[in-house]
Structure formats: structure tokens, C-alpha cells
């Protein structure tokens, strides 16, 4: 059984969610950014760039507790008990994650426990990284020419007690933004086809998006598979789908010396 309070005692700290961006650090809210240099402990997850971590004042406590390849990550409820330990001891404590917190953050999950525990708390929203990739590879996501509306959904496909519902995501007049479906990709391009979402719909890949090495991977949603595996691909990667993917050739504006349009049909007819 999880302790989540000492009894008798209230914590006096208050607990920060905040959002910290896809990666660029400028895109560090105004809030954010003074929560930050007021912080006396930071739990970090491995999405959070060294550029916003290099923010928090030298004498916080910094405590990374997001996967980082080959290390342990802590369980989700550890991390929740520890935010609440945290606020006995210490005045302002951040919990900063990447992109929004309730966007595939599981901010949510880590305020029952706080909620549960009666310690004070608020939070401060992020740019996802839909929005981030969005603007930085030349994507709208809606556009009144070829999308009225956007959902994002994670890829993980994992739920099998909740199968995903390709039906309601192959809509053609709608962008799709998948977060966390590299590894998925044959399963989202099956699923979708399968639903009638065209072979010939348009997709981008883009990866590490609002940072230096953003790269951008076009490529139609039968070949999205052979895209993801692409050997220069690195991670975090996001999927955008859907016509308004063809604005890209001329939208884009951040191209890092590193950037490119990875070569198929659709990149030929884009440039
Ligand atoms: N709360 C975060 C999402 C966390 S889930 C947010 O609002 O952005 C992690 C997934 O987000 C990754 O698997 C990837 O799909 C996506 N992601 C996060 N940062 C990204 C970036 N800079 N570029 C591309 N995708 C990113």
C-alpha cells in the first residue's frame, strides 16, 4: 500500500507540473522559466534538453527520473510518492516535463497523487511536440483546404483491452499526429489503410523536432513503414499524417544545416 502523506502533517511545499517544450529552449514559457529559477528540487524526465536544465539554479536538487537508453527509470509511482515526500522538505518543487504535461505527459496520474496527499500544486502548460514540429517543419495542422481538425493519439498500441480505433483516425479530412509510433508503424499503416485512409496520403516523420538536428522524413502512408526505419532516424520522432504534410516543401523555414527532406516521390514532388 502506497504511503502518499505523514499523518499529522501537512507539507508546506507546493508542487510545480510544468511543461517545458519540445526542445528548443526559447520556447520555455515566460512562467515556466521563473518557476524554474525559483525551484528547489526538479524531477526531470530524459525529454527535457541540457539547454533547460542548464536554467535550474546551481543549488536545486536535480533529479532525473525519465528513461534514458540503458538506464533505470523510475516507476510511475515512485515518482509520484517522491513528489510528495518532496514537498515536506522543500519550498518549491518543479516537475518538468517535456512538451505539455497533459499531453501524453501522465501529468494527470501525478497530480491524483498530490490531490491525494492534500500538498498544493500548479501547473504550467508546454508546447507539445505536435505543435513544435508543426511550426518548425512547415506543417499547419489544420488547414481550411485540406484539414478541418487534428487529433493527436499515441502510438503505442499497446491496450489491448482498449484496441485502437482506426475508424475514427482515417477521416481524410483530418491530420493525425502519432507520438511514441516509430516502432509501430506497420501496425498504424495497416490499421489505417484498413480503415480506407488512402496508400497515397501524405506523411512526415519529423525528429528531434525545434533542435539543431530536427530532420524531416516524407514519404506516403504505405511506405511510413520503411520511413521509420530509416538508419538516420533518431528519437524522439513524431508522425504527422494527413494533405497537410505537402506544405512542408514550401513552409519550411528552420532548416538546420543538417535538415533533409528524405528523398521518395512525394519529397520529388515537394521540392
Ligand atoms: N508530453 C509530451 C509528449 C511525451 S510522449 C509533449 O507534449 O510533447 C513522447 C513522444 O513525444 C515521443 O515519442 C515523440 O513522439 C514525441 N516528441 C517529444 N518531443 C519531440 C521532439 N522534439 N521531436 C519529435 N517528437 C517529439
Redesign the pocket.
Known sequence: MEIVALPGQAATGKVWLV?AG??DVDLLTVKAHRILQSADAVLYDA?VSDEILALIPKHAEKIAVGKRAGKHSAAQSEINQLLVTKAYTRKNVVRL?????F???RGGEELETIVAAGVEFEVIP?I??AS??AAYAGIPLTHRDYAQGVSFITGHCKLESRPMDWQAYANPNNTLVV???ILNADLIKQGLMGAGRSAQTPVAI??????PDQQTFVGTLDNIDELAKHPDLV????MVIGEVVELAGSLNWFTPDNSQLIDSELAAQLK
Not at 97 to 101: A, I, M, S
Not at 206 to 211: D, G, Q
Open positions: 511543461g519540445p526542445g525529454l516535463k517535456g512538451g505539455d504535461p499531453i501524453f505527459g508546454g507539445t511536440a513544435g514540429t507520438y511514441m509510433g519529423v525528429s528531434k523536432a525545434t533542435t528519437m524522439p520522432a513524431l
